[in-house]
């Protein structure tokens, strides 16, 4: 498996490179009314509306500059920006390499962590986006795709 290592908010996280559509700079989003607090607003690259995901906010650590780069997913053909401080590079890994979080945790950090690899004395948290998204957008998934994601 091929991770993509990204840091935002003073710490590495990685993601799948397989549900990377592709990383660009940051663009300012037009802001949405009532949104979610990690929702920065929706752009417009190559006529394709997508919704910008201030990652920081989502994982309660602040907020990321203004600056850095989306990282776009594609997932049930929606597209979602995630906003970042800088991508890092790409490792390959086993299935095994990836350290399953433990009990000691809080929920919200088992809950969308799939475990954690570890790189050059770095420690990776490897997010689970399926999870994450399925949380931002659980109309997109039928109730039997929400069960499963969720009991990964």
Known sequence: MEILEFK???????IPVDIVREIIPY??????????????????????????????VYLNRGQTK????FVITGYHN????FHVDAALGIHRVEEEDIVKLDNTLGVDERHI???????????IIVLDFNKIIAELQPDLLSEEEMKAILNE
Do not use: H
């Open 113 to 123: 962590a799939r475990g954690i690899i570890r790189n050059e004395g770095t420690l």
């Open 66 to 69: 203004t600056n850095g780069l």
């Open 8 to 14: 935002t908010a003073g710490n590495s996280f990685g």
């Open 27 to 56: 663009q300012v989003p037009t802001p949405v009314p009532d949104s979610k607090p990690c929702v920065e607003g929706i752009f417009m690259p190559r006529d394709v509306i997508i919704t910008a995901i201030d990652l920081s």
């Open 78 to 81: 929606l597209d979602i920006a």
